[in-house]
């Protein structure tokens, strides 16, 4: 078959042959329809240290994907050929206190498809059967492809009550854009989404901020005391850009009993007022990847509730032009870009 690997210790992604991979007892074959490309995937292409020191070489990349069942090992029960999944990139090991008391995501052992495991960048992808999510037919295959970020956007939006609060999210990437149509969905009051980078704030826009702000141009805490009436700052923050200064911004910008869920990855230490996290009294909770599967469902939910995320969509390149799909995440203008095996 043919698929996407890191053959080489060094920038780039190569098409090669692989062997087809062959599922044990409890595996899934998957035949891949569309795989969007992750932030994960750009560091692995780029070869940046974190990818140095994580990935095995050579490795097949992608996790975030659908497709259809094309076969499976003897011990699975609940899937028949031609289902439609997409699935958990996070694959548990079951035996650890988290995984046994149903605490998944949790896990202290967990693998990561296309990371430590072959990926989805392939016109097969094995998979256990526990890992995988049958899709409802109302839910189409592109909006189904990227269930995996959107499954980090709705884990952290969800983490605390939005309704009617004054919301934060720094970082308009394809995560904190969704945060954002979820936070507004669910019936946040103000959604303010910050950036350096205006073509992502327009994206933000259309996906229903209230009110996007340049930081590198315009002062958030104006924008939001001035001409929003929030003189006492933000109810809840979702840190989506993994910058230490947005994280610092954010602590400055909340009210008192506020409270911030953290996704975006710094790539180094971040130094933040902890005085503002005390005398605030600021709650602040790091969210790693989805819960297993209460955020499947969530999702699931949200996009038969009516939430619209085809804005995000902004990209398609058949298989065989992935570099220019690399070539447009490389240069921040872009949302979500999937690739078509
Ligand atoms: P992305 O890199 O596409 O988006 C990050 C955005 O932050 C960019 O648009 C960038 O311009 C913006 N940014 C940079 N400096 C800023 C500043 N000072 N203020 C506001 N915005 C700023 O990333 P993504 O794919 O949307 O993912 C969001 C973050 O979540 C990344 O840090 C990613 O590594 C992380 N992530 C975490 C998990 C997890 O399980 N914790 C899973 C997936 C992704
Ligand atoms: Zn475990």
């Known amino acids: 078959m043919?698929?996407?690997?890191?053959?080489?210790?060094?920038?780039?992604?190569?098409?090669?042959?692989?062997?087809?991979?062959?599922?044990?007892p409890n595996d899934l074959?998957?035949?891949?329809?569309?795989?969007?490309?992750?932030?994960?995937?750009?560091?692995?292409?780029?070869?940046?240290?974190?990818?140095q020191k994580t990935i095995p070489v050579p490795m097949i990349v992608g996790h975030e994907y659908v497709g259809v069942v094309a076969g499976m090992g003897s011990e699975v029960r609940g899937f028949?050929?031609?289902?439609?999944?997409?699935?958990?990139?996070?694959?548990?090991?079951?035996?650890c206190r988290n995984c046994r008391a149903g605490r998944r995501h949790l896990c202290r052992n967990t693998l990561g498809v296309g990371v430590n495991r072959p990926g989805s960048f392939a016109e097969y992808l094995v998979l256990p059967a526990f890992n995988a999510f049958k899709l409802p037919a109302d839910i189409p295959d592109e909006i189904a492809s990227i269930f995996d970020p959107f499954g980090n956007a709705v884990h952290t939006a969800l983490t605390y009550d939005l309704v009617g609060e004054d919301v934060l999210v720094t970082g308009?990437?394809?995560?904190?854009?969704?945060?954002?149509?979820?936070?507004?969905?669910?019936?946040?009051?103000?959604?303010?989404?910050?950036?350096?980078?205006?073509?992502?704030?327009?994206?933000?826009?259309?996906?229903?901020?209230t009110r996007t702000v340049n930081v590198a141009r315009d002062d958030l805490w104006t924008v939001a005391a001035d001409e929003l009436?929030?003189?006492?700052?933000?109810?809840?923050?979702?840190?989506?850009?993994?910058?230490?200064?947005?994280?610092?911004?954010?602590?400055?910008?909340?009210?008192?009993?506020?409270?911030?869920?953290?996704?975006?990855?710094?790539?180094?230490?971040?130094?933040?007022?902890?005085?503002?996290?005390?005398?605030?009294?600021?709650?602040?909770?790091?969210?790693?990847?989805?819960e297993m599967f209460e955020t499947w469902y969530k999702m699931t939910a949200l996009i038969q509730s009516g939430l619209n995320l085809t804005p995000v969509l902004t990209h398609r390149f058949p298989i065989d032009e992935f570099?220019?799909?690399?070539?447009?995440?490389l240069g921040g203008q872009s949302g979500k870009v999937i690739l078509d095996w």
């Not at 795989?35 to 974190?50: L, N, P, Q, R």
Request: aromatic content about 6%; charged content about 20%; overall charge negative.
């Open 80 to 95: 028949e050929i031609g289902d439609r999944v997409s699935g958990e990139g996070h694959v548990t090991c079951g035996h």
């Open 172 to 209: 308009a990437g394809p995560i904190g854009v969704m945060a954002a149509a979820v936070a507004r969905h669910v019936g946040a009051r103000n959604v303010v989404v910050t950036d350096v980078n205006d073509y992502r704030l327009d994206l933000a826009r259309q996906m229903g901020a």
């Open 323 to 329: 570099q220019q799909g690399f070539d447009v995440m």
């Open 229 to 290: 009436g929030m003189t006492e700052g933000f109810d809840v923050g979702l840190e989506m850009s993994g910058s230490g200064l947005a994280f610092a911004q954010m602590v400055k910008a909340m009210n008192h009993g506020g409270k911030i869920a953290l996704l975006g990855i710094p790539s180094g230490q971040v130094d933040i007022d902890w005085n503002d996290v005390i005398f605030k009294m600021l709650t602040v909770k790091g969210i790693y990847g989805r």
């Open 29 to 51: 074959l998957i035949r891949i329809k569309h795989s969007s490309i992750c932030g994960t995937d750009v560091h692995i292409y780029k070869w940046d240290e974190w990818a």
């Open 2 to 24: 043919k698929a996407l690997s890191k053959q080489e210790a060094r920038e780039g992604l190569w098409m090669v042959q692989a062997a087809l991979p062959i599922p044990g």
